[in-house]
Structure formats: structure tokens, C-alpha cells
């Protein structure tokens, strides 16, 4: 199994708003930037419902059955920058895969593992690996 983004296009700062994949209709809502010139975040409405109204979301997501794998901005006491989070569309359960970057610029899925970027001009990467039975991935 090997999935890519969805635009190839797609960038952190310009990306999809409006996403149809298989039996989901994921909308990204009041998007600004954190920061100027800095990647666009904003709130997510799946299937006509807002979702995590208290968390923003940037682009590209990726999508995989009943997953969707998308940037999570966090702002904390001393520490801002966004986590990978998968998102369960049928329970609309949220998790975290473990650490804090200033991007996520996700790339594609590869059997176990996620590709994404963590600088604007696509040098740095990172290989996560996802836990494919905890996740129910085939």
C-alpha cells in the first residue's frame, strides 16, 4: 500500500480546502496563517459537521479509508509547532503520533511508514512509523 497526497500541488501554504475522498467530505474553515507568510491552519468540517472546533488543522492531509492523516497546529505555554494526527472519520476519534515540529509537510504512506518534510523547501524528511493494527490500516 502506497499512498500520496491527494494535489500534488499541495503545499502547506496553498492546498485543497475541499476534499472528497470515498464517503467523506472534509472542509478546511477560517484559514489564516500563524504567522506571516507562515503555513495555513484552520478548522475542519467532516461530512457538514465541524469537528475539533478547539483544534487547528493544516494541509496537505492524506487520506486512507477511514483515516485522515493531517497536520495538528499546537500553541502552548513555551512551545509552538505542529504534531502528525490521525483522525478516525468513522468515530471521529483524534490521536497524536508522538512529537512536536515547526512543519509537517506530508508526503505519502508506505506500508508502516509516513513520509513528511519538515522545511518548506522539501530537505528535511522524516520517516514515522504507524502502528497499521492500532490504526486498522490493511
Wanted: glycine share 6%; hydrophobic share 35%.
Amino acid at each position: 500500500m502506497s499512498i500520496g497526497i491527494v494535489n500534488k500541488s499541495d503545499t502547506p501554504w496553498r492546498f485543497t480546502k475541499d476534499i472528497q475522498q470515498d464517503n467523506w467530505h472534509i472542509q478546511y474553515t477560517d484559514l489564516n496563517e500563524i504567522c506571516q507568510g507562515g503555513p495555513l491552519v484552520g478548522t475542519l468540517i467532516v461530512n457538514g459537521q465541524k469537528v475539533f472546533c478547539d483544534k487547528r488543522f493544516g494541509g496537505p492531509l492524506l487520506c486512507c479509508k477511514n483515516l485522515a492523516f493531517i497536520p495538528m497546529y499546537i500553541r502552548k505555554f513555551c512551545v509552538s509547532g505542529f504534531m502528525l494526527s490521525v483522525i478516525e472519520l468513522n468515530s471521529m476519534r483524534l490521536r497524536l503520533i508522538k512529537g512536536i515540529y515547526d512543519l509537517v509537510y506530508l508526503d505519502s504512506i508506505d506500508e508502516d511508514e509516513i513520509l513528511f518534510y519538515q522545511d518548506r523547501n522539501r530537505n528535511k524528511s522524516l520517516r514515522k512509523k504507524i502502528d497499521n493494527k492500532r490504526l486498522n490500516l490493511p
